[in-house]
Nanobody
Framework: QVQLVESGGGVVQTGGSLRLSCAAS????????MGWFRQAPGQEREFVAT????????NYADSVKGRFTIYRDNAKNTVYLQMNSLKPEDTAVYYC???????????????????WGQGTQVTVSS
């Protein structure tokens, strides 16, 4: 049974930083592309960042490019999202997702992801 557990959310002021972690109980973690998505109240879930199974390819939403960094440690079965220069519009529940995909690049389409975590709240105060 695959489980994804996010942590690291919280309340931070504008301009602050947070690092989200997602621990995966996947025996073949290195065969999965991983992604971070978010959903703000009253809005649809949106793509934030993805990383390929090897970590060699990453992809970011334009709204977070240059501020967020996704990376993974396959030895620890964990993917991270370093968020810097946070803005109030980054406030959302952040979800980690896994896609059994060994292609060069990871998909930004949430429908292609097989497993999801429970989410962690990020609140950026102005």
């Amino acid at each position: 049974q695959v489980q994804l557990v996010e942590s690291g959310g919280g309340v931070v002021q504008t301009g602050g930083s947070l690092r989200l972690s997602c621990a995966a109980s996947i025996r073949t973690f290195s065969s999965y592309a991983m992604g971070w998505f978010r959903q703000a109240p009253g809005q649809e879930r949106e793509f934030v960042a993805t990383i390929s199974w090897s970590g060699s390819s990453t992809n970011y939403a334009d709204s977070v490019k240059g501020r967020f960094t996704i990376y993974r440690d396959n030895a620890k079965n964990t993917v991270y999202l370093q968020m810097n220069s946070l803005k109030p519009e980054d406030t959302a529940v952040y979800y980690c997702a896994a896609d059994r995909n060994t292609a060069y690049s990871a998909s930004s389409n949430d429908r292609e992801y097989d497993y999801w975590g429970q989410g962690t709240q990020v609140t950026v105060s102005s």
